[in-house]
């Protein structure tokens, strides 16, 4: 008999006269009402210690650049729009086309992606991987991370967020949830940012229906 | 198991070694003190928690009792994605798989993602035999390798060493497997993490293989998913060409909806985070993207062992969050190493005598290691009843040993039952007490005890007995109450 239909014998043996036991009553995807779901989501990824700004669309290309003053190099994935890094003065962007190494990525300063959810209760960004996002390895190698998030694009809680994931995970696509810059406890249970991730996450949140209220 | 635990003596001999060390103890102390305050804070910010504990306890049931359909579905969707799927009856299995699976690329070295499956297996001394080097590359798993060391805690392997010792780890090993620290190196945690960043990111860049096991595994789509802090896994998951995973069979879970459960429980139990840094999912292979050869190897090893007790099955919906650990007052002051595996604490004392049986010395004691306190029971997000497992634990130990000739034990409480089954037996042995108490004089404790009864007297400290009894006291006080 083959491992696989030995352990599936020696499953249905060890369940044998067990009861078989339902999946729970539960009703998925309930929504958590915020009275300001964008000031919830600022104040929790402040809290990681990332760097968050409210942007008007108009105001994005002006944030990006404001952000990456100090960049040389910049990588972006093949569908951003190509006017947020229209501003970047004196920097390099490269748009990916799939072939740059791990190597080759590591000697970018910084990227710049779009953002597919975001969750307003734990201060998470969750990349699908979409053209605007691109492959994993762009986000992750780089060692600043500058991320466009829409108001439109916030949910309550993690219930709400896995609705409007599915459709990238049913097509194959893989996703990355990001909560602040890269972090550890490891050393005395004390967090400790910056390891191997992006040890700078720059979220810029952006206002879809309603104007910016004055500074 | 692990062959870094092979021969552990019993648990109460390791802890008395371990309960001598009181560096350790002052850094568990302080480490297990912060991660349960950031836990209580992050637990009472939900109005909900024991309605999500109870769901994540239901779905695991769920999955549990339908562990069949579940992996036969699981099967389909990763082979449909583009992985290759192996079954690994028990460790030796799984490591002749995965050794094989790494030869067949020709790279002589694997990153690691942290992975308690792949520490259960002892992987790592399996590919070293096999001339391949396996980099562990989460901070504290690098402690651990680096320091020669053994793991001491689910989350937090390397717990048991402060920030000085790490440095000292550093600064002799780093440079004979690679990049060393730079020089000048403190003991400041950033500029440690710092080190290790270097230390690693060429191992990263260069990898063309990668190990990990898996928080979840999707039966609907063949999903799996890696919760981490530091982006180590994200590193091993996406840079190599080459990805193998080894995933426990009680892993699964039905549908990718589930995950607003357990993304809920397992931060805040494991970090005392609202969420953890970084998750990533990934679902077979995706052209473009990440490893373009991908494998899936399940796991048994003892688990459907664990699956055929009607009690004892619950401990596999354990989500090795360690916050059973944490809040233990038994782990708190021995440290992880007592108790001979790669899970120790609470969850261990209950996992590894249904995982492996309970024919070792160490295996039989590990259900007496707690005081049946109930604190991990009440911490655990899929409701473990934890205490309830250790009682049920020691009677089948006992069970075992019935038959043949009886320990001192066994004949004490035969005694003993002998003795409290009639009333006058059982004054007449207060009166024996009351003299042996005058006769220890002042000493208001009885220390070690001559012969077989030292294993008794080692383990506690016992109240000498009184001058007088209660029942004695009474007649001479209210006269003879018949």
């Given at each position: 008999m083959s491992t696989r239909d030995d352990m599936l014998t020696r499953i249905a043996a060890a369940l044998e006269g067990a009861d078989r036991i339902p999946p729970p009553q539960r009703e998925y995807g309930a929504t958590t009402p915020l009275p300001d779901i964008a000031a919830t989501f600022v104040e929790r990824v402040e809290d990681y210690r990332a760097v968050v700004e409210r942007v008007n669309p108009e105001g994005i290309t002006a944030a990006v650049a404001a952000t990456l003053t100090r960049a040389t190099r910049v990588v972006v994935p093949p569908g951003l729009p190509r006017e947020w890094v229209a501003a970047l003065d004196g920097a390099e962007v490269v748009?990916?086309?799939?072939?740059?190494?791990?190597?080759?990525?590591?000697?970018?300063?910084?990227?710049?992606?779009?953002?597919?959810?975001?969750?307003?209760?734990?201060?998470?960004?969750?990349?699908?991987?979409?053209?605007?996002?691109?492959?994993?390895?762009?986000?992750?190698?780089?060692?600043?991370?500058?991320?466009?998030?829409?108001?439109?694009?916030?949910?309550?809680?993690?219930?709400?967020?896995?609705?409007?994931?599915?459709?990238?995970?049913?097509?194959?696509?893989?996703?990355?949830?990001?909560?602040?810059?890269?972090?550890?406890?490891?050393?005395?249970?004390?967090?400790?940012?910056?390891?191997?991730?992006?040890?700078?996450?720059?979220?810029?949140?952006?206002?879809?229906?309603?104007p910016l209220p004055p500074a | 198991?692990?062959?870094?635990?092979?021969?552990?003596?019993?648990?109460?001999?390791?802890?008395?070694?371990?309960?001598?060390?009181?560096?350790?103890?002052?850094?568990?102390?302080?480490?297990?003190?912060?991660?349960?305050?950031?836990?209580?804070?992050?637990?009472?910010?939900?109005?909900?928690?024991?309605?999500?504990?109870?769901?994540?306890?239901?779905?695991?049931?769920?999955?549990?009792?339908?562990?069949?359909?579940?992996?036969?579905?699981?099967?389909?969707?990763?082979?449909?994605?583009?992985?290759?799927?192996?079954?690994?009856?028990?460790?030796?299995?799984?490591?002749?798989?995965v050794t094989s699976l790494v030869r067949a690329t020709g790279a002589e070295e694997v990153v690691k993602v942290k992975s308690m499956a792949t520490q259960e297996i002892g992987l790592n001394e399996a590919l070293e035999v096999a001339g391949i080097n396996a980099w562990e590359t989460d901070l504290a798993e690098l402690i651990v390798q680096l320091g020669h060391d053994k793991p001491s805690h689910i989350l937090v392997p390397a717990i048991h060493r402060n920030r000085a010792e790490i440095r000292e780890i550093f600064l002799r090993e780093m440079g004979q497997v690679g990049t060393p620290p730079p020089t000048g190196l403190t003991s400041n945690p950033r500029e440690l993490a710092e080190a290790a960043r270097v230390h690693l990111r060429e191992k990263f860049l260069r990898a063309k293989v990668a190990i990990s096991g898996a928080n979840f595994a999707i039966a609907e789509?063949?999903?799996?998913?890696?919760?981490?802090?530091?982006?180590?896994?994200?590193?091993?998951?996406?840079?190599?060409?080459?990805?193998?995973?080894?995933?426990?069979?009680?892993k699964v879970l039905p549908t990718l909806e589930d995950l607003e459960v357990f993304m809920q429980l397992l931060p805040r139990s494991s970090t005392g985070e609202r969420m953890n840094p970084y998750t990533s999912t990934w679902t077979g292979i995706t052209p473009g993207d990440g490893p373009q050869d991908v494998h899936v190897v399940l796991l048994d090893n003892g688990r459907t062992d664990a699956l055929a007790d009607q009690v004892g099955r619950q401990a596999l919906r354990c989500i090795r969050?360690?916050?059973?650990?944490?809040?233990?007052?038994?782990?708190?002051?021995?440290?992880?190493?007592?108790?001979?595996?790669?899970?120790?604490?609470?969850?261990?004392?209950?996992?590894?005598?249904?995982?492996?049986?309970?024919?070792?010395?160490?295996?039989?004691?590990?259900?007496?290691?707690?005081?049946?306190?109930?604190?991990?029971?009440?911490?655990?997000?899929?409701?473990?009843?934890?205490?309830?497992?250790?009682?049920?634990?020691?009677?089948?130990?006992?069970?075992?040993?019935?038959?043949?000739?009886?320990?001192?034990?066994?004949?004490?409480?035969?005694?003993?039952?002998?003795?409290?089954?009639?009333?006058?037996?059982?004054?007449?042995?207060?009166?024996g007490a009351e003299l042996s108490g005058r006769a220890l004089g002042k000493k208001d404790t009885i220390g070690r005890l001559p012969g077989p009864l030292s294993a008794w007297s080692d383990a506690r400290d016992a109240p000498t007995p009184p001058a007088e009894s209660f029942r004695s006291w009474w007649k001479r006080e209210k006269g003879d109450p018949r």
């Amino acid at each position: 008999m083959s491992t696989r239909d030995d352990m599936l014998t020696r499953i249905a043996a060890a369940l044998e006269g067990a009861d078989r036991i339902p999946p729970p009553q539960r009703e998925y995807g309930a929504t958590t009402p915020l009275p300001d779901i964008a000031a919830t989501f600022v104040e929790r990824v402040e809290d990681y210690r990332a760097v968050v700004e409210r942007v008007n669309p108009e105001g994005i290309t002006a944030a990006v650049a404001a952000t990456l003053t100090r960049a040389t190099r910049v990588v972006v994935p093949p569908g951003l729009p190509r006017e947020w890094v229209a501003a970047l003065d004196g920097a390099e962007v490269v748009a990916d086309d799939g072939d740059l190494s791990p190597d080759e990525l590591d000697h970018f300063d910084a990227v710049v992606t779009a953002a597919a959810v975001g969750i307003a209760v734990t201060g998470t960004i969750v990349l699908d991987h979409g053209p605007d996002q691109g492959r994993r390895a762009l986000s992750l190698v780089p060692d600043v991370h500058v991320c466009v998030v829409r108001e439109s694009q916030l949910v309550g809680d993690v219930p709400e967020s896995i609705a409007p994931l599915r459709h990238a995970v049913d097509a194959g696509r893989p996703l990355t949830w990001i909560s602040g810059p890269s972090a550890t406890s490891d050393i005395e249970l004390e967090r400790v940012e910056g390891v191997h991730g992006p040890r700078t996450l720059h979220v810029l949140l952006v206002s879809t229906d309603h104007p910016l209220p004055p500074a | 198991m692990s062959g870094t635990f092979i021969g552990m003596p019993k648990f109460q001999t390791a802890a008395k070694e371990a309960l001598g060390n009181s560096q350790q103890r002052r850094n568990l102390q302080h480490a297990t003190g912060t991660i349960r305050r950031k836990r209580a804070g992050v637990v009472d910010e939900l109005n909900n928690w024991d309605e999500l504990r109870q769901a994540g306890a239901a779905i695991k049931d769920n999955v549990l009792s339908h562990l069949d359909t579940y992996l036969v579905q699981l099967e389909e969707s990763l082979t449909q994605a583009g992985a290759t799927v192996h079954w690994a009856a028990d460790a030796e299995e799984a490591n002749r798989i995965v050794t094989s699976l790494v030869r067949a690329t020709g790279a002589e070295e694997v990153v690691k993602v942290k992975s308690m499956a792949t520490q259960e297996i002892g992987l790592n001394e399996a590919l070293e035999v096999a001339g391949i080097n396996a980099w562990e590359t989460d901070l504290a798993e690098l402690i651990v390798q680096l320091g020669h060391d053994k793991p001491s805690h689910i989350l937090v392997p390397a717990i048991h060493r402060n920030r000085a010792e790490i440095r000292e780890i550093f600064l002799r090993e780093m440079g004979q497997v690679g990049t060393p620290p730079p020089t000048g190196l403190t003991s400041n945690p950033r500029e440690l993490a710092e080190a290790a960043r270097v230390h690693l990111r060429e191992k990263f860049l260069r990898a063309k293989v990668a190990i990990s096991g898996a928080n979840f595994a999707i039966a609907e789509t063949g999903t799996l998913v890696v919760v981490e802090s530091e982006g180590n896994g994200r590193m091993c998951l996406t840079l190599p060409e080459t990805l193998i995973s080894v995933v426990g069979i009680e892993k699964v879970l039905p549908t990718l909806e589930d995950l607003e459960v357990f993304m809920q429980l397992l931060p805040r139990s494991s970090t005392g985070e609202r969420m953890n840094p970084y998750t990533s999912t990934w679902t077979g292979i995706t052209p473009g993207d990440g490893p373009q050869d991908v494998h899936v190897v399940l796991l048994d090893n003892g688990r459907t062992d664990a699956l055929a007790d009607q009690v004892g099955r619950q401990a596999l919906r354990c989500i090795r969050c360690s916050a059973c650990l944490n809040v233990c007052p038994v782990y708190q002051r021995v440290g992880g190493h007592a108790y001979g595996s790669v899970y120790p604490g609470p969850i261990g004392a209950i996992l590894n005598p249904q995982l492996r049986g309970t024919t070792s010395d160490v295996d039989q004691s590990l259900p007496y290691a707690s005081s049946l306190c109930g604190a991990c029971g009440d911490v655990c997000p899929v409701n473990i009843e934890i205490p309830e497992l250790l009682v049920h634990l020691r009677t089948r130990v006992v069970d075992e040993h019935r038959g043949g000739i009886p320990s001192g034990e066994q004949i004490a409480m035969k005694g003993a039952a002998w003795m409290f089954s009639d009333h006058r037996r059982w004054e007449k042995a207060q009166k024996g007490a009351e003299l042996s108490g005058r006769a220890l004089g002042k000493k208001d404790t009885i220390g070690r005890l001559p012969g077989p009864l030292s294993a008794w007297s080692d383990a506690r400290d016992a109240p000498t007995p009184p001058a007088e009894s209660f029942r004695s006291w009474w007649k001479r006080e209210k006269g003879d109450p018949r």
